[in-house]
């Protein structure tokens, strides 16, 4: 991939290491699609979920479901990971928008890519290497553009300003040096484009892959922040009508959609129309699929069964049902403007009941524990040792010790925010009855619909925040980093995903360290380091490693999940029976 041969290492080590450490998630499954018909075109496919989508922006997309079903139904990208559950297969890119996978150079801080011809946009228009450059961008609008992946605002090759994020502030306003600098570190020649990063970057066709950052997008159609649930397509379908955010939409072949440009190893585009039903309770949801009737059997979702529904999980449902380990990781982050002492922090995480988190939620179909932020099936996991020795249970009198140590009055008020769902409430009181016994107060704030968009906010006051992460791609540099480095994360506007409004100089000391690493094994060693640090301060409190137990209707065909769709339902794969 790069000319350097240490580099060059450690980059196949990058992409090689994809195979086995994606290989775990994929875990014990039943009734994973080997009794499936076979898959036709045609029909429509209904998608049930509880909550609303919060974007349909690719630069502002960040939810592991939304982002492969944007890239199997809307939005193609320069590469792609095919579908397969073969994970020697899924999780090496394939070319997409390019021609190819890329070719690096100057160490792998220059990547060049070339846009297909005939690739076309839902009216007609081709899809440029402009588009590509102007879509890039859009990342850097960090006060209109939030919520969304910020690895190129470290990677491209921007200067910083004085408060350390790039001179370069995106399209909608910069300084005229900011655009310079971003008009030479990505640059255009008729159909190639070519990056140029301030640093290695050797998986950098993991990360194009894995997320929308660096998706085209249309000069002329963008309209900021108004364009959170705007779809201009590029892949075979495209919106029908509005997107309704609390109802749901419909999405239709696109006419314009350049197939011979495509690959079904990518989007196999089986059903006539997808139908997304929003604001569904996940009892409902199982209700409606169990009894199988009417448009449920052709239905998927990306609930898991709630725990009191796991009895009706029998015969032919369970046939039609899967139980897999997924890439997420669930925990607590305490908001560092809220809670300042650390010894009230330790207290917090000594009192967490991971397993009655983990009971309430569905017990080990749901979940396990864990001992990390970062999930055990990616490269270079190790537990964090400040929660390695911490009780399943929780220690609630060596919590108490280390509060009263802390000098607070007892009890100690905190307020909890989390999504409030039926299962999500009773895991709420779990982790309340805990915390109340070593002496905090602990006031549950339960937030409906668009809750990330809620604690993302810099004015959220909760002082205890629940948070759900999953690699973006099988390195932990996809984690501790997006997460917890202020740097790109914390503005006036947003948190990012920072939403505990962590700061550490050490930390990010050890980022970067972790960042310019020519060698993987060392990288590796930095981001343990880091992620040590994060125990020591408490920036978060390990709750549980997240599995899915998903069922779908009966007339549902090629049904598949794999690591491409962060094993939710792949719809690249999926199709109904006529």
């Not at 964090?384 to 007892?410: C, H, M, W």
Request: net charge neutral; hydrophobic share 35%.
């Amino acid at each position: 991939m790069t000319k350097n041969q240490v580099r060059a290492a450690a980059a196949v080590l990058a992409l090689g290491s994809l195979a086995t450490t994606l290989a775990a998630c994929g875990g014990s499954s039943s009734g994973g699609g080997s009794d499936n018909a076979k898959a036709t075109s045609g029909g429509t496919l209904y998608y049930y979920v509880d909550k609303p989508v919060e974007h349909t922006d690719p630069q502002r997309t960040y939810v592991g479901k939304d982002i492969t079903n944007w890239t199997r139904l809307v939005y193609r990208q320069l590469v792609a990971f095919p579908i397969s559950t073969d994970a020697d297969v899924a999780n090496k890119p394939v070319a997409d928008l390019a021609t190819d996978t890329g070719t690096s150079s100057n160490n792998a801080e220059t990547w060049k890519f070339t846009l297909k011809d005939g690739v076309k946009w839902q009216d007609g228009k081709a899809v440029t290497c402009d588009d590509l450059k102007y879509g890039a961008s859009r990342a850097f609008a960090t006060d209109v553009i939030t919520g969304g992946p910020n690895y190129i605002l470290t990677y491209l090759d921007v200067p910083e300003g004085k408060d350390g994020l790039p001179e370069y502030t995106g399209p909608y306003k910069s300084s005229a040096a900011g655009k310079a600098a971003f008009d030479k570190a990505i640059t255009c020649d008729g159909n190639t484009i070519t990056y140029n990063f301030k640093k290695p970057w050797p998986d950098f066709p993991l990360a194009v892959a894995s997320l929308h950052m660096m998706d085209p997008y249309r000069q002329d159609k963008d309209q900021g922040n108004k364009s959170n649930y705007q779809i201009v397509s590029n892949g075979p379908y495209k919106l029908q009508g509005a997107w309704d955010k609390e109802k749901g939409a419909t999405l239709v072949r696109n006419p314009n959609y350049a197939k011979s440009t495509d690959s079904t190893k990518i989007r196999k585009a089986l059903p006539s129309k997808i139908v997304f039903e929003f604001g569904i309770q996940a009892e409902t949801i199982y209700d409606r699929l169990i009894a199988d009737s009417g448009n449920d059997k052709y239905a998927v979702t990306s609930k898991s069964v709630p725990p009191a529904y796991y009895s009706r999980i029998t015969g032919a449902v369970a046939k039609r049902t899967v139980n897999v380990k997924a890439p997420y990781m669930e925990y607590a982050l305490p908001n560092f403007k809220k809670l300042t002492n650390v010894k009230v922090r330790q207290a917090l995480a000594m009192a967490t009941d991971q397993q009655g988190y983990i009971d309430a939620g569905g017990g080990s179909k749901a979940y396990g524990a864990a001992k990390s932020i970062v999930n055990p099936a990616v490269n270079g996991y190790k537990e964090n040792p400040a929660f390695a020795d911490i009780p399943e249970k929780g220690d609630a009198a060596a919590a108490k010790k280390l509060l009263q140590e802390a000098g607070v009055s007892i009890p100690y008020p905190i307020t909890y925010t989390y999504p409030s769902s039926d299962t999500q409430d009773k895991q709420a009181a779990a982790l309340k009855e805990g915390w109340d016994a070593a002496g905090f107060k602990t006031t549950l704030d339960g937030l409906g619909d668009t809750y990330y968009d809620v604690v993302q906010k810099p004015s959220n006051s909760a002082d205890v925040i629940w948070g759900s992460w999953g690699a973006d791609w099988p390195s932990a540099i996809t984690v501790t980093p997006p997460l917890f480095d202020s740097r790109p994360n914390l503005s006036s506007a947003s948190n990012g995903q920072d939403y505990g409004n962590y700061k550490s100089d050490a930390f990010n000391a050890l980022v970067d360290k972790a960042q310019e690493s020519a060698d993987l094994n060392a990288q590796t060693t930095a981001l343990q380091q880091a992620d040590a640090q994060l125990g020591s301060d408490v920036a978060y409190i390990p709750l549980a490693v997240d599995k899915f137990y998903m069922t779908r209707g009966s007339k549902v065909t090629g049904y598949v999940v794999d690591p491409a769709s962060s094993m939710y339902p792949d719809l690249g794969a999926i199709g109904v029976q006529q």
